[in-house]
């Protein structure tokens, strides 16, 4: 076996663990170790024969016999255990986008496969992007009915399953639950439309379409007006399309009566990751993997962005090391002709919003990030005093994960968004979209607010691996939900046009 069938196997115990909604701290162990042997050079066979699993970055006793396990049988008794098995307590755990994004990607291919069933595609919530979901709706395009209810039942990995008329509800084995949607081919559009909601979307655009046409058109199968795409819904309702992430009833349909529809950032303009973190820090990858990475996304850019030295936890750069790390960068690059490694830094800002590094150290890093680590039960005013503080420094260039939730771990500290973003307008400092899957921050409404008023938003990973770079995905669709468009977010710029807005405020311009 190869080092990444092991670390597969291993992503794969996390993630289910994961959605199960196991101990977060049992997930993780299992991750950073995965993570470990993707990342090693050695070949793990030879670890494990020359008894050095143990050597491996966070993996201990248990992990290194699950790792043995793996390599005498090829598979990992727990994964199949967990697979197959009872389901977990009905916890009222919640579902974060990632996770339900995840299961749609594993479970999608396993239902198509099911004959009688011609295409299944997300539906609701998790179609919309909501950065938490209440269950996983799929719709299935069928084309034999009981045929495929008989499958369906027969599915090792659906518990519970009960139909109402053709919703089939059901329980996945991760302890997700499920509303699956069975539909006529013809039927597809429309239930795909009208499922993806939100119910305010859905009324206000039907009553577009009754007001134009006369009739309830879309709830009857469109039999005077033949619907084959959800554009023809919004053309029958006097509407351009409307992207599911904006359909949450926050005025996109008067926006798109009156021509004032944004167009969305896609994932295609996104030209660079600037929050970024190696094994000089807290990060499992050394710089140059982590570039590898970024060549492999088609990145013209990275910002290495380490913690700074107050973080202990974090193992945070003293300015002896930054400066080394500096230079290695400027070495490392040689290698990179079509990606530019900027240096950075994430500096903390202290309990006096001052922030973590002198400011002539500031001065000669390209990506200069602030963030708060510290104080989290602190006042309103303390807590927004100090970021609004650190974004007078002329050089922090981005403040990240301002309101330091974590989805379904941590509420927001008791910012004061309003005011941050006002200071941000007002230093011309860029607020971040943190694309961490528990983390979304700011969220999509925050970055509404922020585009209206001006500011420019950065979506950033703040990946501490490889895979995590890939994680951008979930921070464009904050993006989307907040109707920004390529325009407002500033790592769709190119390389010189990039330098020149991360100088913009250094020069009082
Ligand atoms: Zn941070
Ligand atoms: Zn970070």
Request: with cysteine.
């Amino acid at each position: 076996m190869k080092n990444g069938d092991v670390a597969e196997m291993l992503e794969r115990a996390a993630r289910i663990l994961a959605l199960r909604g196991e101990n977060r701290y049992r997930v993780r162990a299992y991750r950073r170790a995965a993570r470990a042997i993707a990342a090693e050079y050695r070949d793990i066979e030879i670890l494990f024969r020359q008894n050095k699993l143990q050597t491996l970055d966070g993996v201990g006793a248990g992990l290194a016999a699950k790792i043995k396990e793996i390599l005498h049988t090829g598979q990992l008794s727990l994964v199949e255990r967990l697979e197959s098995g009872v389901l977990p307590e009905a916890g009222d755990s919640i579902i974060l986008l990632a996770s339900a994004l995840t299961l749609c990607t594993e479970l999608i291919p396993e239902l198509e496969e099911i004959a009688g069933v011609s295409s299944v595609s997300p539906t609701g919530e998790v179609r919309r992007c909501r950065e938490t979901v209440e269950r996983i709706e799929l719709v299935m395009a069928v084309n034999d009915m009981s045929h495929a209810r008989e499958a369906l039942a027969r599915a090792r990995r659906l518990h519970n399953q009960r139909f109402e008329g053709n919703l089939c509800l059901a329980v996945h084995s991760f302890g997700l639950p499920l509303s699956l949607y069975l539909v006529s081919e013809d039927d597809y559009v429309r239930t795909m439309w009208l499922t993806t909601g939100s119910e305010k979307h859905v009324s206000e655009v039907s009553a577009l379409v009754r007001g134009n046409t006369g009739g309830n058109l879309v709830y009857q199968n469109g039999k005077k007006h033949a619907i084959s795409s959800e554009a023809d819904i919004y053309r029958l309702a006097g509407l351009p399309f409307i992207e599911p992430e904006l359909r949450e009833g926050r005025g996109e349909s008067a926006a798109g009566l009156s021509g004032e529809l944004p167009v969305l950032i896609e994932a295609g303009d996104y030209k660079g990751d600037l929050h970024v973190h190696t094994d000089w820090s807290d990060g499992m990858a050394s710089i140059e993997k982590m570039a590898e990475a970024a060549v492999e996304l088609g990145y013209e850019y990275m910002a290495v962005t380490d913690h700074s030295r107050s973080l202990k936890i974090a193992k945070g750069l003293s300015l002896d090391r930054l400066a080394e790390q500096v230079k290695l960068i400027r070495k490392v690059q040689e290698k990179f002709p079509t990606l530019t490694i900027l240096t950075g830094i994430e500096a903390d800002i202290l309990d006096d919003g001052t922030v973590d590094a002198p400011d002539e150290v500031l001065a000669g890093l390209d990506v200069v990030i602030a963030s708060i680590h510290s104080g989290f039960r602190q006042s309103s005013e303390k807590l927004t005093g100090r970021i609004c503080r650190a974004m007078q420094n002329p050089h922090v260039m981005i403040v990240a994960h301002a309101t330091g939730r974590l989805l379904g771990k941590r509420n927001a500290y008791a910012v004061d968004m309003d005011e941050v973003i006002r200071c941000a307008a007002n230093t011309g400092t860029a607020l971040e979209i943190n694309s961490s899957p528990d983390r979304l921050d700011i969220n999509d409404l925050m970055a509404g607010q922020a585009r209206t008023a001006g500011v420019p938003v950065s979506i950033n990973t703040d990946a501490h691996s490889r895979l995590e770079l890939a994680n951008v995905a979930l921070g464009i669709t904050v993006a989307r939900r907040g109707w920004l468009g390529s325009g407002d977010v500033i790592n769709t710029l190119g390389l010189d046009a990039l330098h020149t807005f991360l100088k913009r405020k250094k020069a009082g311009a």
